[in-house]
C-alpha cells in the first residue's frame, strides 16, 4: 500500500512538473544538434516536420501520463493500456505549438530587423544597402547565426547581389513567414518601389504597429499569468484528489473502481476534464 502510495505520488509529481513546465526545454535539447547540423535550406515557418526521435519521445511521454492518469482514474492497468494509443495524437499537438513558438520569435526578431533596416534608410541609404548594414546590427542583439531572422536577411542579401529585385526577394519571405506583420510591410514595400513613396516613413510606421501589438500581448500574457496558473492547479487537482481519496480512503473509494455505475461517471469525469482544459486553453489564446 505505502509502495503504491509512493509510486503514484512520483507519478503524479511527474505529471505535474510536465503540466507546469512543459515541453520547452525538452524540445530544445532534442533539437540542439539539429540546428546546429541542420541544412541551410529555406523555412516555411507554417510547416514542421518531426524526426523519428522526437516522435518516439514525445509519443513515449504521452503514454506514460496516459497509462497514469488513466490508472489514477480507473484502477485497471486493462483500461490503462488500452487508452495508450491516444497518445500517437500529442506529436501533431506539439508539431502545433512548436510552429507557433517559432512564428512568434521570428516576429519578435522581426520588429529588431525593422528598427535596424529603418535606421540605416534614415541615413539615406538604398534599400539593398541598408539590409546589409541592418544585418550587422542584427547579429549584435542575436550571435547565434542560427536565429531565423539572421538567416533569412543573409539570404535576402545573397539574391540582391544576384541582381534579383527587392520585391521577389521579400515576396518569397513573406510566403514562407505566413505572419500579418510580415505579409503588410512587404506589401507596403512592393507598392512603395512600384509607386515611389516614402519607405523610410512606411518601414517606421509598420514598425510602430508591430511594436504596438507586441506591447499589448504583452500586457494581456502580463494579466493572464495568474488565471494560466489557476488553470494548470484546476487541471492537476482532481487527479491528486482521486490519488488521495483511493490511498486514504480505500473503501469508501471501492465502488468507484470495481462497478459499472462508478466507471461511468469516471468516464464521464475524464472526459470533462478534456473539455474543461481545451475551453480554457482556447479562452486564454488571445490573438491581437
Given at each position: 500500500m505505502v509502495i503504491a502510495f509512493i509510486v503514484l505520488g512520483a507519478s503524479l509529481l511527474a505529471l505535474t512538473l510536465f503540466l507546469f513546465i512543459g515541453q520547452d526545454n525538452i524540445h530544445e535539447i532534442i533539437n540542439e544538434k539539429k540546428h546546429k547540423l541542420k541544412s541551410r535550406s529555406l523555412i516555411d515557418y507554417d510547416i514542421y516536420i518531426m524526426?523519428?526521435?522526437?516522435?518516439?519521445?514525445?509519443?513515449?511521454?504521452?503514454?506514460?501520463?496516459?497509462?497514469?492518469?488513466?490508472?489514477?482514474?480507473?484502477?485497471?492497468?486493462?483500461?490503462?493500456?488500452?487508452?495508450?494509443?491516444?497518445?500517437?495524437?500529442?506529436?501533431?499537438?506539439?508539431?502545433?505549438?512548436?510552429?507557433?513558438?517559432?512564428?512568434?520569435?521570428?516576429?519578435?526578431?522581426?520588429?529588431?530587423?525593422?528598427?535596424?533596416?529603418?535606421?540605416?534608410?534614415?541615413?539615406?541609404?538604398?534599400?539593398?544597402?541598408?539590409?546589409?548594414?541592418?544585418?550587422?546590427?542584427?547579429?549584435?542583439?542575436?550571435?547565434?547565426?542560427?536565429?531565423?531572422?539572421?538567416?533569412?536577411?543573409?539570404?535576402?542579401?545573397?539574391?540582391?547581389?544576384?541582381?534579383?529585385?527587392?520585391?521577389?526577394?521579400?515576396?518569397?519571405?513573406?510566403?514562407?513567414?505566413?505572419?500579418?506583420?510580415?505579409?503588410?510591410?512587404?506589401?507596403?514595400?512592393?507598392?512603395?518601389?512600384?509607386?515611389?513613396?516614402?519607405?523610410v516613413e512606411i518601414i517606421k510606421n509598420t514598425s510602430n504597429v508591430i511594436t504596438d501589438k507586441i506591447h499589448i500581448k504583452h500586457d494581456i500574457e502580463v494579466l493572464l499569468a495568474e488565471k494560466k496558473f489557476e488553470q494548470k492547479l484546476l487541471n492537476i487537482i482532481p487527479i491528486g484528489l482521486i490519488l488521495i481519496l483511493s490511498c486514504n480512503a480505500k473503501d469508501y473509494m471501492e465502488p468507484v473502481f470495481q462497478t459499472a455505475f462508478g466507471k461511468a461517471m469516471m468516464t464521464i469525469s475524464v472526459i470533462l476534464l478534456i473539455i474543461a482544459y481545451v475551453m480554457s486553453k482556447k479562452i486564454m489564446d488571445i490573438e491581437v
Open positions: 524526426t523519428r526521435k522526437e516522435k518516439l519521445i514525445y509519443i513515449l511521454i504521452a503514454s506514460i501520463i496516459i497509462y497514469i492518469i488513466a490508472f489514477i482514474f480507473y484502477r485497471s492497468h486493462i483500461i490503462s493500456s488500452v487508452l495508450i494509443p491516444f497518445s500517437f495524437l500529442y506529436p501533431k499537438i506539439k508539431t502545433k505549438e512548436i510552429i507557433d513558438k517559432r512564428k512568434n520569435e521570428l516576429n519578435l526578431q522581426f520588429k529588431e530587423a525593422i528598427y535596424a533596416l529603418a535606421s540605416s534608410l534614415s541615413a539615406g541609404k538604398s534599400i539593398e544597402v541598408a539590409f546589409k548594414d541592418s544585418l550587422k546590427d542584427i547579429k549584435v542583439l542575436y550571435p547565434d547565426p542560427d536565429t531565423y531572422i539572421v538567416e533569412e536577411f543573409r539570404y535576402i542579401i545573397r539574391r540582391l547581389d544576384m541582381n534579383e529585385t527587392i520585391e521577389e526577394v521579400l515576396s518569397d519571405f513573406a510566403a514562407r513567414a505566413h505572419l500579418e506583420d510580415v505579409n503588410n510591410f512587404v506589401d507596403a514595400i512592393v507598392a512603395c518601389k512600384r509607386t515611389g513613396g516614402n519607405v
